[in-house]
């Protein structure tokens, strides 16, 4: 079956460490995206790539960093410049202007 | 573990009742729009979606009401179950955009 796969589901991030969330799809789409998911607010945009070894900041992009050496595959690094990173992460892919598959999502905790 | 939903519009309603959730659009020249069910916990699927070339559309136990006039766009869910409970969420995307934008969404309870 295909489908979008982030890991790992839990995330615990000390201060001062960069941590990386996977995301996997075999869905053959083009574009990929991570969202954060603050309690009681809307999906906000950290970054997005419409081809491999291409992307673009979102609107919270500061603190994050992205790869897309694969088409499949689109890591997202938090780094310790990110001073707020407990959150809800997801992960989305889509053809272009299709509905989004998303994934099952990561929670990030700094501890 | 922490709710999605905390803070959001709640919608209650009694298992077996009909359920509507709105959603008021900003972009008048979206033409795609797309309702999404978040349970606690796990990412969002997709319900339903609907293009601008349309004003109703039907799914199993769903329909999606576009009201282009004063862009609003609505969830119809059928006999709500339990199962029903969740944050449900709009999406609208304007022609030539891979990135839609997501409104707030609206937790739905359902009362056995």
Known sequence: DGGITQSPKYLFRKEGQNVTLSCEQNLNHDAMYWYRQDPGQGLRLIYYSQIVNDFQKGDIAEGYSVSREKKESFPLTVTSAQKNPTAFYLCASSYWQGGYTFGSGTRLTVV | ?112
């Open chain 2, 1 to 112: 573990g922490e709710s999605v939903g905390l803070h959001l519009p709640t919608l209650s309603v009694q298992e077996g009742d009909n359920s509507i959730i709105n959603c008021a659009y900003s972009n008048s020249a979206s033409d795609y729009f797309i309702w999404y069910k978040q349970e606690s916990g796990k990412g969002p699927q997709f319900i339903i979606d609907i293009r601008s070339n349309m004003d109703k559309r039907q799914g199993q136990r769903v329909t999606v009401l576009l009201n282009k006039t004063v862009k609003h766009l609505s969830l119809q869910i059928a006999a709500t179950q339990p199962g029903d409970s969740a944050v449900y969420f709009c999406a609208e995307n304007k022609g030539g955009s891979y990135i839609p934008t997501f409104g707030r969404g609206t937790s739905l309870i359902v009362h056995p």
